[in-house]
């Protein structure tokens, strides 16, 4: 008898006991932080680890982190939640379906030109607002792309979310990775600009013609859709508009005014309400709408917590500054090609303890910095070294919690991702690392 892959949620279980079972391997320690002067950030001192008596955590408390991660991400559970209760409104009203429609009629003939302005608008969203979590809410739309495109949901969430990742990765705007990185190194924020959106471009282009090829190369069925869009009207114009306005508005808020999940969640709650009312679904039926949305995404949501609860884990029997001393100190003394390939992998190993990419940053470039400079290797490594490997790993790692919601909500095995997405994704870290053993030479 076949045994079936585990469920997301056996998965992130499993995690949290595995972690619970380090606390009791690992030695616990620390490093001394301090705040660096050009951020204002709170950075960690490199030299200044030291080993402390070892914390063991009861099994109760490997439980009770369970519900205080829910809570810890509780504000990403809300916003799940509501945007993504109001885009089940939009879908209910059928002004999704009918967009689809007129957008799939508008590039009939051309679904190859469809995808690559997919793939470059997620990753546009990636490069400057690291959008992840975001497309949770955008699942619907997925979907009923890829019903009606005839291509397999798991290459339109590449096209949508590795995309958005992807961008992240190789982005010379990333506030939360690239640039943060580049305050933390005290190197020019301009540094290494064209460098990366070379790379970044050279990526993508691979990225996006390997995802198209792969969706429709596994796609078992075809079968011909005919049919004849409907007339998009005023009132699914009108809730379109909403819809795709308030992205828009999300993206502005983010960069402009630094809005929070909160801000977000308050916005669409409008909207999703608006264009209830607007859709003719009435005051009670926008209502029922809205909560049936909510139980399609309590499963996404819960995703996030438990994500959560695993670094929860490693923090409460202080780990994690353990784990990042065991994989940085054998560096030092290796030849620059091989300690740059070691500082990669060992960020793309840290980077599963430590699902925050701009927590990662804070964590680890202040710890290699001084490795690259022992080495006389340009700084610029240890923030392109960082940045690569924390973005990439969010395509796979399974505490991201973001990743983790979107398959959920699409419907795919975490088993299945992993299938589909790997050997693409093992180019992408082919290409990261000829950037880095490129970049020894440029930025020398």
Request: aromatic content about 10%; proline content about 4%; overall charge neutral.
């Amino acid at each position: 008898m076949k045994l079936a892959f585990p469920h997301l949620l056996v998965i992130l279980l499993a995690f949290i006991f595995v972690s619970w079972l380090a606390t009791f391997v690992v030695p616990s320690g620390n490093f001394k932080r301090g705040e660096d002067q050009l951020s204002g950030r709170e950075v960690v001192l490199p030299g200044s680890f030291e080993t402390q008596e070892k914390i063991h955590l009861g099994i109760d408390e490997m439980f009770i982190a369970i519900p205080e991660g829910i809570i810890l991400g509780s504000e990403i559970l809300v916003l799940i939640l509501l945007i993504g209760g109001a885009f089940y409104v939009v879908e209910k009203t059928g002004a999704l379906q009918v967009g689809v429609e007129a957008l799939i009629t508008k590039f009939r003939g051309n679904t190859f030109l469809l995808l690559i302005f997919l793939s470059l608008a997620f990753s546009f969203a990636g490069a400057t607002i690291a959008m992840q979590e975001e497309i949770i809410a955008m699942t619907p739309i997925l979907l009923l792309l890829s019903k009606k495109l005839q291509y397999d949901i798991k290459s339109i969430v590449g096209l949508t979310l590795g995309s958005s990742l992807l961008g992240a990765a190789f982005s010379p705007i990333n506030p939360f990775n690239g640039l943060l990185g580049q305050k933390l190194a005290q190197l020019d924020v301009a540094e290494g600009l064209l460098y990366r959106m070379v790379f970044f471009g050279i990526a993508l282009a691979i990225w996006t013609f390997l995802m198209i090829r792969k969706g429709r190369s596994n796609v078992k069925v075809q079968e011909e859709l005919s049919f004849e869009p409907s007339s998009i009207g005023w009132r699914n114009g009108l809730i379109l508009l909403l819809s795709m306005g308030g992205i828009i508005v999300m993206g502005w808020g983010i960069t402009q005014y630094d809005w929070g999940y909160n801000e977000m969640s308050a916005l669409f709650f409008v909207i999703g309400i608006s264009c209830g009312l607007i859709g003719k679904l009435g005051i009670n039926g926008t209502a029922r709408t809205y909560s049936a949305g909510f139980g399609e995404l309590i499963l996404p949501g819960v995703i996030v917590g438990l994500a959560r609860s695993v670094y929860l884990v490693l923090e409460k029997g202080q780990i994690i500054d353990s784990i990042i001393y065991a994989l940085f100190s054998p560096l030092e003394n290796l030849p620059s090609q091989i300690a740059v390939a070691g500082l990669f992998v060992s960020q793309c190993l840290i980077h599963i303890p430590v699902p925050s990419t701009s927590g990662q940053n804070v964590l680890t470039i202040p710890l290699a910095v001084p490795l690259m400079d022992l080495l006389g290797i340009s700084r610029q490594l240890a923030v392109l070294a960082t940045q690569y490997a924390s973005n990439l790993m969010d395509m796979l790692s399974p505490t991201n919690a973001g990743m983790m919601a979107i398959i959920a909500a699409v419907g795919v095995q975490y088993n299945d991702w992993i299938k589909f997405i790997f050997k693409t994704w093992l180019v992408l870290i082919g290409i990261s690392l000829i950037s880095l053993f490129i970049a020894l030479i440029w930025f020398a």
